[in-house]
């Protein structure tokens, strides 16, 4: 794998921090607040994108990274809106730059695959940033296994390679288990899964009667509606209770206990919400605890169209 590091050379943090509230439900001060929390709690590894609150996550989060630039790996992403061409994705990056203050970011995203443009456009623009030094590393973001490894062979050619990944991964979400994961480890990519507690389904708090993203976003709602992943939700609660940690501590820590090389996003829109989810930055978890989480969820069946033989 490339060596994924801080510009002056230390290793990524094991937790990421998305900054996708930053402007939104985290007014500045709250921004302010966790992003200190996070970079005491030893996080180094900072995610937005150039549309995240209509430009305001870039917007709160360069000047709070440039003071210690060096300390700190930047990662957005372009190409959410408008695909993947490289006209759109200059303009898109120049506007991200001017967001966030900065010259150049750390790692760069394809927000998600765009079956419109070739890859070889799309690629050959990242390629050229990365040689200019605007980038240092290439990411994509909500692509399939055979996705990745198209644009892979299509960068391998340029010269240059696909080092991270950003998928949906959580206990009640484990598609990536089957053919992304796998992949990533095969071919040395880093994975920065997001929505490690499940829109808040895994911090327990709906079946107490808490709102969130689950009851005011119909997309979340939809995603998270089947009544098995509620139940796996109670039982994760239960158990961490069992423990006398937070449901949320265990969902995000079993994420970043997977045997691959991942390191799950976490967000929030205060100190308060963000505090279990940075625990799990120093939770201990043996392979008993993480066999018995697992057990907790369906396990994907494999890709194979073998499935008696697996």
């Not at 240059?160 to 095969?186: C, F, G, S, W």
């Amino acid at each position: 794998m490339t060596n994924l590091t801080t510009r002056n050379g230390a290793p990524l943090s094991r937790l990421t921090f998305g900054t996708m509230q930053f402007g939104g439900g985290a007014d500045a001060a709250a921004s302010q607040a966790m992003f200190e929390t996070a970079r005491a709690a030893g996080i180094n590894h900072f995610d937005t994108a150039v549309g995240y609150t209509e430009g305001g996550s870039e917007t709160l989060l360069g000047p709070m990274v440039a003071p210690a630039r060096d300390d700190i790996y930047v990662a957005t992403k372009l190409g959410y809106q408008g695909g993947s061409g490289a006209a759109n994705l200059a303009a898109q990056f120049d506007r991200s730059r001017q967001q966030l203050g900065l010259e150049n970011v750390d790692l760069l995203y394809l927000h998600r695959f765009d079956d419109n443009t070739p890859l070889e456009e799309t690629f050959t623009f990242m390629a050229d940033l990365q040689a200019r030094g605007l980038i240092r590393h290439i990411g994509v973001s909500n692509y399939a296994a055979w996705q990745v490894m198209k644009a892979q062979s299509v960068c391998t050619a340029l010269g240059t390679r696909i080092d991270v990944i950003q998928p949906m991964y959580n206990l009640v979400k484990r598609q990536a288990e089957v053919e992304i994961l796998p992949m990533a480890a095969d071919q040395d990519i880093l994975v920065c899964p997001y929505s490690p507690l499940g829109g808040g389904l895994l911090t327990g708090k709906y079946a107490q009667g808490g709102t969130g993203r689950l009851t005011e976003n119909k997309m979340y709602a939809a995603r998270y509606a089947p009544q098995w992943m509620h139940d796996a939700a109670t039982a994760l609660a239960a158990l961490a209770t069992d423990l006398g940690t937070d449901p949320a501590t265990l969902a995000v820590a079993w994420v970043a206990a997977n045997p691959g090389h991942v390191s799950p996003i976490i967000s929030a829109r205060s100190l308060a919400q963000l505090a279990p989810s940075l625990s799990a930055e120093s939770f201990g978890m043996s392979a008993a605890l993480y066999a018995q989480i697992t057990a907790l969820s369906p396990t994907p069946a494999p890709a194979t169209d073998r499935l008696e033989e697996a």
